[in-house]
Structures are given as structure tokens and as C-alpha cells.
């Protein structure tokens, strides 16, 4: 197993080692009790160049060039070459490789079935008393703190959010406006002109020169659009701070949003009467976001 050390220059998110190991130990035991042992690997040959036992390494296709460079180091060391089994690829349905990069970066689960179904692209997902009732369960980390000074709940959110994994994502035009008076521009925001469905007056509206992409989408009330998904794809893509101008209401879009972020994306919402809503993109959000998403009615 690839220490820390080797494994977070690929990927800050890599689990740590003790993490990844006990998960490989725990596969390998569904296979057979005994006859294999793991070790930490802190160089990118390990012992194969040397071990004078050992008789054959494992490859995928784009490490096996590392396997013939550590075949000419045996050589190099008057040890016998060792026989490289090369295993495939696994892919997706869409023939993407399974891969835990494409798995963190958020477009796939661990099986390989992309998070996004197809019929939520060309169809309008309007609310349901089932997922409704889903929604009724509160899921992230509230930050109290009242209503007429929003800006006392951000200031705990942003002091907890000293390092981020992934984009910043801030729903809501309060939430947008506050978050840019504490000096914080997030990588995304949704508004939509309005707070608690009424237009917001002219010196509470978001100042949206801070963004240099400006964006659209339509998504009426109660429901969740083909277009909205198409443009939160694409500003989740976007190389720089983006606002999204909502026409009809963004605070469901938190549910696109988790299935199309990568791993450690930040959410942040108001919660009307009470602060914010702070929601963190793991497996198991995206696994809720695509249950709630799964009970909403296809029109």
C-alpha cells in the first residue's frame, strides 16, 4: 500500500493508509484467510527491483512501463525477470474507466453507474409527497444565529472553512450577498432576486461584478429542469467564479449539485428563521441526493 506521503501528491483526498489498508485487508480476507501479507510501498518500485523470490508483479495497462523498468533493474542486479500480469480496465456503462479519481472527482460511484441518470437531462423532476418527506430530514452542519444579522452564522462558517477540498457553493441571494461582505467569493453562487419568495429591494441584491462568468438557467418553483442541470454541469466545469441567475427558485438545486461536484465540495444555504445550512459533497450525500432525486415525479 502507497504511504501517505507517496499517495496525497497525487490527490490531497486519497483516505489515509490505515483507511485504504483495512479496506484491501478486509477484500482480500472475502478471498482466502491466509497466504498473502500487505506492506507500505514508499518509493515508486518498492522491493521488486531486489526481491530475490519473487516471481511475478501485477500491472494495470498504464503502470506496466514501470514494470519493465524495474524487469531491467533485476536485470541491471543479475536477477530473473519478473512475468507481468496485465488486468484491464474495468468500465463503466458509458465505457469511462472505473477508477477512484473518477470516483472523487464526483461523475461516478464506486460501482461505476455515473450519478446523473439520463431521463433527469430530458425530463422535468417536479416534487413528489415521497421526496418531499426525504427533504423534511434535515442533513449537513447548521450554523445558528439571527435572522437580521446574517452575517454572524457566515462568520462561523467561513472560520471552519480555513481549508477547502473542493469548490465553494453558496445557494441563496442572502447567503451570496453575505458571503462577498465577509470578503469570500465563492466558486459558485445561485440567485434568484429574491429571500423567502419576495424581489429583494436594489441595495440588498447580490453585487455580481465579483464574478467574472455570468450564467442562466430557468427552474420554476417545485420543480427541477433539464436546463438547470445542463447549466450547473457546466458552471461546476467553469475555470473561474461563476453566478448563476435563477429564473423561478435555486434552493433545490443543492440536489443536482451534490450528484455533479466532487468529493469535498462545500454547500452552503439559509435556513429561514434559524441561520445556515452547511452541506458537505461525500458518497453518502450524493447516495441521498440521488434517493430523494429517484422519488421525485418524471413529467
Not at 484491464?88 to 469511462?96: E, K, W
Not at 480555513?162 to 461582505?181: Q, Y
Not at 440567485?191 to 424581489?199: E, Y
Not at 467564479?241 to 451534490?258: I, K, T, W
Amino acid at each position: 500500500m502507497t504511504t501517505d506521503g507517496m499517495a496525497l501528491t497525487k490527490d490531497h483526498r486519497i483516505q489515509p493508509m490505515e483507511d485504504r489498508m483495512a479496506a484491501v485487508e478486509a477484500t482480500l480476507r472475502n478471498v482466502r484467510e491466509s497466504g498473502w501479507s500487505l506492506h507500505m510501498l514508499e518509493d515508486a518500485f518498492g522491493p521488486a527491483p531486489t526481491h530475490a523470490t519473487a516471481d511475478a508483479l501485477v500491472v494495470s495497462p498504464e503502470t506496466r512501463t514501470g514494470g519493465e523498468a524495474i524487469n531491467r533493474k533485476r536485470n541491471e542486479a543479475g536477477l530473473a525477470p519478473l512475468t507481468l500480469i496485465e488486468v484491464p480496465h474495468r468500465r463503466s456503462a458509458t465505457g469511462d474507466i472505473l477508477s477512484s479519481t473518477a470516483i472523487r472527482n464526483g461523475r461516478m460511484d464506486v460501482t461505476g453507474e455515473a450519478w446523473i441518470r439520463e431521463v433527469w437531462r430530458t425530463h422535468v423532476m417536479a416534487m413528489s409527497p415521497d421526496a418531499e418527506a426525504h427533504l423534511k430530514t434535515p442533513s449537513g452542519t447548521p450554523y445558528k444565529g439571527p435572522e437580521e444579522h446574517p452575517e454572524v452564522a457566515m462568520a462561523a462558517v467561513l472560520d471552519d472553512l480555513s481549508s477547502l477540498d473542493g469548490p465553494l457553493i453558496a445557494v441563496g441571494d442572502v447567503t451570496v450577498r453575505v458571503m462577498l461582505e465577509l470578503d469570500t467569493v465563492p466558486d459558485l453562487a445561485l440567485i434568484d432576486g429574491q429571500t423567502k419568495r419576495v424581489a429583494l429591494d436594489e441595495h440588498d441584491a447580490v453585487d455580481t461584478s465579483h464574478f467574472p462568468i455570468h450564467m442562466a438557467a430557468s427552474s420554476p418553483a417545485g420543480v427541477l429542469t433539464p436546463d438547470l442541470l445542463e447549466q450547473l454541469d457546466l458552471a461546476l466545469r467553469a475555470e473561474d467564479p461563476c453566478v448563476m441567475n435563477v429564473d423561478g427558485e435555486e434552493d433545490m438545486a443543492p440536489l443536482y449539485l451534490h450528484l455533479l461536484a466532487p468529493l469535498g465540495t462545500i454547500i452552503v444555504f439559509g435556513m429561514p428563521g434559524w441561520g445556515l445550512m452547511v452541506q458537505r459533497t461525500t458518497l453518502s450525500m450524493k447516495e441521498r441526493c440521488r434517493t430523494i432525486l429517484s422519488a421525485f415525479e418524471v413529467r
